[in-house]
């Protein structure tokens, strides 16, 4: 099990390199992507919406703003620590 829980920590590890490479916050570029990424993901306004729909499409559009954020802002130990929660 521990062979399991080492490579997923590594994958992880890997993946949150992946994600700070892609959003440098030192790359212009990058940066202007994550303001507009911001926007369409409504990263600080609420999600609802009257129509159902539109508040579920919104809803799907902030959550992947909240997993950029978790694996550009969170340490390796509370990403797994989210993994292993999201298993249970």
Same mark, same amino acid.
């Given at each position: 099990?521990?062979?399991?829980?080492?490579? +997923?920590?590594?994958? !992880?590890?890997?993946?949150? &390199?992946?994600?700070?490479? *892609? #959003?440098?916050?030192?790359? /212009?570029?990058?940066?202007? +992507?994550?303001?507009? !990424?911001?926007?369409?993901? &409504?990263?600080?306004?609420? *999600? #609802?919406?009257?129509?159902? /729909?539109?508040?579920?499409?919104?809803?799907?559009?902030?959550?992947?703003?909240? &997993?950029?954020?978790?694996?550009?802002?969170?340490?390796?130990?509370?990403?797994?620590?989210?993994?292993?929660?999201?298993?249970?």
């Amino acid at each position: 099990m521990s062979d399991l829980m080492d490579r +997923v920590k590594l994958f !992880l590890r890997s993946r949150k &390199r992946s994600y700070q490479f *892609t #959003f440098d916050e030192n790359n /212009r570029d990058a940066q202007s +992507v994550l303001i507009d !990424l911001a926007k369409f993901c &409504r990263a600080n306004k609420t *999600t #609802f919406h009257t129509d159902e /729909r539109a508040s579920a499409v919104l809803q799907g559009r902030h959550e992947v703003w909240l &997993r950029i954020q978790s694996y550009l802002n969170l340490s390796e130990d509370e990403l797994w620590e989210l993994y292993r929660r999201s298993k249970e």
